[in-house]
């Protein structure tokens, strides 16, 4: 018989409720307007842009993968609690598309719950992937009477359970190429300024990605006996021409590879949790053509999605937030060099980016300005 008043290791107090808080995406033709204005209210991206990025949806019939892989992450998440006797009922809400944040914290209300942990679908630290959406939770928590208090889990990019799957999945994929193929690391371009402000200290997301990088890439030199080139690229680059964002592009790098003689590219992306539309249309799609057409042999890795040893790492970093606000000392895993990310952001932590006043398509310097956070 256990010790009835041992701790479990489960032990979800302080908490009563667990929230996924993602992005959201179109499932239909006539849902991609009204989502990509959502997305982009008051940011400033060129019409050109919006038609482009709509095409990408309709592509795919305006069906966004991002919203079947978090129903399949929800199942997966209530299947591993359930296994390992977390006792904790899991929501789901979005910035961008139903089911939308708001509806979902009126049903958390209604259903009673006062304090809630948060797993947000993005690992590294920058305005898009972490203060925006502790703003969206700011904003909720004033609009709806009696919001429970949120806590968001520190990011998970350099944690095991998310090195791990893209360790496994960069082998798989260069195992269908030449033995000495190079890899290029993916993310989500963001601007310059954007970069500069990331994490508390500034340059955090470029710097997060690099630690992660050199993880996969130091345990798939080990695991093949063979060192080869590594790059760190970017994807889904938007915002005005004359407004500097992270490069090299995927593409422009792929072109790079093949002028310097490289035998093949493993494509890893390690910017995104499950298969996004930037990992479909952008990766599969169009630096796939570009592959091609240079004629040199590309293989995409899988992202995480619901492989069990990402799954686990959300569970046990819910029991491990429960655990450190309950005043105890959890075990913090993670490899690199930078260290466990943070329980909490400070207030001033990747303010919002400079953006344009107004929607003009052509903004200059003059027109920026400080956008409320
Ligand atoms: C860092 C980052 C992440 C990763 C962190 C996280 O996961 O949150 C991310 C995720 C995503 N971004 C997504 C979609 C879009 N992002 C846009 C625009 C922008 N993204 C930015 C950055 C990021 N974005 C930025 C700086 C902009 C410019 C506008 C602005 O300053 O805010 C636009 C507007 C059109 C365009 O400009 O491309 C769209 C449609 C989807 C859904 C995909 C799907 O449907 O599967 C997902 C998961
Ligand atoms: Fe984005």
Known sequence: ???????????????????????????????????????????????????EVGEHYYQFGGRSPIN??????????????????LDLPIYWGNRNWTPYLTDTVREMVADGVRRAVVVVTSAYPSYSGCRQYRENLADVTEAVPG??????????????????????????????????????????SIPTTMNATSGPTGGGYVAWHEDVAAQISAEVERRTGRARRTDLVYCSRSGPPQVPWLEPDVNDHLEALTADGASGAAVVPIGFVSDHMEVIYDLDTEAAATAAKLGLPMARAATPGVHPDFVAMLRDLVIERAAAERGEQPDRPCGGLIGPGWDNCRPDCCPAPRRPSTPSTTPTTASMNEEPA
């Open 147 to 188: 919001a429970p208090h949120f806590d968001k889990l520190r990011h998970y990019a350099n944690h095991p359970g998310f090195v791990g799957p893209f360790v496994e999945a960069t082998l798989k994929a260069l195992e269908g190429l030449p033995e000495d193929a190079a890899i290029a690391y993916v993310t989500h």
């Open 1 to 51: 018989m256990a010790d009835p008043q041992a701790p479990t290791r489960s032990d979800p107090t302080p908490y009563d409720a667990v929230l996924l808080l993602s992005f959201g995406g179109p499932e239909k033709a006539e849902d991609v307007l009204p989502f990509l204005q959502n997305v982009t209210r008051g940011r400033g991206i060129p019409d050109e842009r919006l038609k």
């Open 68 to 85: 079947d892989q978090n129903r399949e992450l929800l199942a997966a998440l209530r299947a591993s609690f359930a296994e390992a006797g």
